[in-house]
Structure formats: structure tokens, C-alpha cells
């Protein structure tokens, strides 16, 4: 698959062949050890294969929990850094789950970090907080645009805690509305590099009438919501919903096979759902 199209061109050329569930790869300690494997640097690079061996072929978008590979330091970030270019070399599409925030020269390190074409750690998108503000992730945008690859703002996430600031108002729309309404100007451009990060575990209380571009949906499976949510929360909002399962998916591991069918199963369940 080309990288000079464009992140949304790439994405909707993955889901329309292997489907819009995004399957998470969380090495999550208790994961861990339900699969036999010890909590170190060996057992992540272990996890990390099976994952990589189950979903490759199988699942458009995969997305690495970044937090669960730098509590290893620098051996974690090697095994990330494997994950994401064989990943990335046998076409699937990676979304880093880093989370990353801040202003000026800082955040544009993280862009060249998370999405710069010469990067160990390059992926085809990253999540991004804007809770220093939506512009301090302008430069952001544009590496990810220059490059081929994509952004996902926190928005109105699937956490119970993030109820009060994303909901909180200012003048008349909350601040999780002013951040869809921010990556949506952002996209009229006509690359919709910018997407947005929206749980399917609660009414998200949104107007994405006017956003166009990717929504990553967390919390299907084990945070509770359930296929059958998915076409009434996102209404009109389906051609780049990407269903978010990490737990969900990776709790009928360590077998290859019974990952592949886990996600097999729960694509096929939202694909039939989101017609």
C-alpha cells in the first residue's frame, strides 16, 4: 500500500478489505500472566509476536498500547519498535497509543517521534491530547498531513473520570464538542488527517453532523459497550468508525488461532451491525 496517499485514502482502502475493528495490543501485566508468559522484556516481545501472528492479514488497524511497552525502558521500546515496522511492512495499518501532549518545540519532538517518516517508532497515526490546548497540536497535524499518516484528539473518551472536564461548557458547546469542531475545520481541507477519539460505552452527548473524518471508538468488550451500540451512538458517522477492542479480543489468547477467530468473530459482528 502506497504511503503517498493519504491517512484516510489508506484507511478506508484497509477497512474496505479486512473490516473497521481496531484491535488493541495491550501486554497489560495480568495479561501477561494468563499467558504463561513472564513479566519482563521477553515475555512482551513474546506477546507481541503472537499478536502480530494472529492479526496480520486479519485486521485493518491495530493499535499498540503504548504505556504497557515503556514500563520495560529501553528493551520495551526495542520490541515496540519491532512491533510497529513488522506490522506496518506486512500492511496493516498501526495507531500508537501514546497519548502525547504538550506545546512548541516539545510536541513537535512527539510528532517526529510518533509519525516522522524517518522515526524507529513511525507509525500510520497517533492519539494526541489537547488539554494544552487544540492549537499547541497544529505542527502536529501538518507532519502528520506531509507525511501520509494520521492524528486522533482525545475527545470524549470511554473513562468514567473524563466525564466532567470533556463535558464541562464553555460559551455554548462543551469542551469535548470543541474539539470535534476543531478537527473538523482542520479537515476541510480534504485530507481528514485528523481524526477524533469517542467511547461507544456511554451517549457521548456529540454533534458530529459536520465531522467527516476517523473516530476511534474505545471501550467495546470489556468497558461494556456492545456491537449492537455501535449504529445507534455513531449515527451517520460509520464509514471511518474504527471499534476499539483490546481486552475483549486478547483475553482468548495465547493460541494464534483463538485470536484469529476472536477477531474474525467481532469483526464480522461489527461489520454486519454498521450496514
Request: some cysteine; charged content about 20%; proline content about 4%.
Amino acid at each position: 500500500m502506497s504511503h503517498q496517499h493519504s491517512w484516510a485514502e489508506r484507511l478506508r482502502i484497509a477497512t474496505a478489505a479486512r473490516g473497521r475493528l481496531c484491535v488493541g495490543i495491550d501486554p497489560h501485566p495480568a495479561l501477561l500472566d494468563a499467558w504463561g508468559l513472564p513479566r519482563s522484556a521477553d515475555g512482551l516481545e513474546a506477546f507481541a509476536e503472537i499478536c502480530v501472528e494472529a492479526f496480520v492479514g486479519e485486521i485493518a488497524v491495530v493499535k499498540p498500547q503504548v504505556a504497557f511497552f515503556e514500563a520495560y525502558g529501553s528493551a520495551g521500546y526495542a520490541v515496540l519498535e519491532r512491533t510497529i515496522s513488522v506490522l506496518r511492512d506486512a500492511g496493516t495499518l498501526v495507531i500508537a497509543d501514546a497519548k502525547r501532549g504538550d506545546i512548541g518545540s516539545t510536541m513537535a519532538a512527539y510528532a517526529a517521534s510518533w509519525l516522522g517518516a524517518d522515526s524507529p517508532l513511525s507509525a500510520d497515526a497517533v492519539t494526541v491530547s489537547p488539554y494544552l490546548g487544540f492549537d499547541s497540536l497544529r505542527e502536529t497535524f501538518a507532519v502528520a498531513a506531509n507525511n501520509g499518516r494520521g492524528v486522533f484528539v482525545l475527545a470524549r473518551t470511554s473513562n468514567a473520570e473524563g466525564a466532567d472536564l470533556q463535558g464541562a461548557r464553555a460559551a455554548d458547546r462543551s469542551v469535548a464538542q470543541s474539539i470535534v469542531d476543531g478537527a473538523a475545520d482542520v479537515d476541510r481541507d480534504g485530507l481528514e488527517t485528523v481524526g477524533v477519539v469517542v467511547g461507544a460505552t456511554r451517549d457521548h452527548g456529540l454533534d458530529l453532523s459536520e465531522f467527516a473524518g476517523p473516530i476511534l471508538a474505545p471501550g467495546l468488550g470489556a468497558q461494556g459497550a456492545g456491537v449492537e451500540d455501535l449504529a445507534k451512538i455513531f449515527t451517520g458517522s460509520r464509514e471511518l468508525l474504527l471499534p476499539n477492542s483490546s481486552r475483549g479480543v486478547l483475553a482468548a489468547g495465547p493460541s494464534v488461532g483463538a485470536l484469529q477467530d476472536a477477531a474474525r468473530t467481532l469483526r464480522d459482528e461489527i461489520e454486519h451491525g454498521l450496514r
